[in-house]
Each structure stands twice: as structure tokens, then as C-alpha cells.
């Protein structure tokens, strides 16, 4: 597994990103996908996660209701409403199961980390 986080940026309070994570091994459509996000000074904390088949996801609450994480081919995080507070790198990861929780334990395989930066 070898993934790959893209579409952070710079934006303002209230706009929009949309992240997606992509396996160039091709070899995690059968395992739970998650996004997780570290800010300076912070540790890594989940964000939300999908099984397998596209469904049973699960958010951090400070995300429920605006945040969206699918999949089809890549794994996709819809960020809507976005607010200072979300400013961090956001890492993909999967998992060596078809569903996973909020832990990090279970995870096994990171991708680099994309930054998403929101301004006040």
C-alpha cells in the first residue's frame, strides 16, 4: 500500500476543500480508509474513517455535519464550512481491515500528509 493525500490549501473561513487519497498499489479497496490531522504543537487526531464497501462511516465530532469522507476508486474528504480550527496536515491511512475506528492502532499504512491552512 502506498498512498498518496491530495487537495489542501490555503482558504478562507467558510470555503471549501476537497481531499482524495489515492493507492498507487491499487491494494486498498478491501480495507477501512481514514483521514486523520495534526496541527503544530498538537497530536494526530482522527477525523473520520469509511469501510470498505463505501459505507459505515464514522467522524470526529468536531467534524459531524460538515466533513464527508467516501469512496469509489480514491478515498475523497469533503470539507465544507471550514474553519480555522481545521488548519493542519491531513494524513490518509488504511487500515489492514474492512472496517476501522477512531484509533490509530487501527492503522497500518500512511500516506505524507497534505496542508490544509484556513484563514480567519
Known amino acids: 500500500v502506498q498512498l498518496q493525500a491530495s487537495g489542501g490549501g490555503l482558504v478562507q473561513a467558510g470555503a471549501s476543500l476537497r481531499l482524495s487519497c489515492t493507492d498507487s498499489?491499487?491494494?486498498?479497496?478491501?480495507?477501512?480508509v481514514g483521514w486523520f490531522r495534526q496541527a503544530p504543537g498538537k497530536e494526530r487526531e482522527f477525523v473520520a474513517t469509511?469501510?470498505?464497501?463505501?459505507r459505515d462511516p464514522i467522524y470526529a465530532d468536531s467534524v459531524k455535519g460538515r466533513f464527508t469522507i467516501s469512496r469509489e476508486n480514491a478515498v475523497y474528504l469533503q470539507m465544507n464550512n471550514l474553519k480555522p480550527e481545521d488548519t493542519a496536515v491531513y494524513y490518509c491511512?488504511?487500515?489492514?481491515?474492512?472496517?476501522?475506528?477512531?484509533?490509530?492502532?487501527?492503522?497500518?499504512?500512511w500516506g505524507q500528509g497534505t496542508q490544509v491552512t484556513v484563514s480567519s
Open positions: 491511512t488504511s487500515a489492514r481491515k474492512s472496517l476501522a475506528g477512531r484509533d490509530r492502532k487501527d492503522y497500518a499504512y
Open positions: 498499489r491499487r491494494t486498498f479497496s478491501n480495507n477501512a
Open positions: 469509511i469501510g470498505w464497501r463505501g
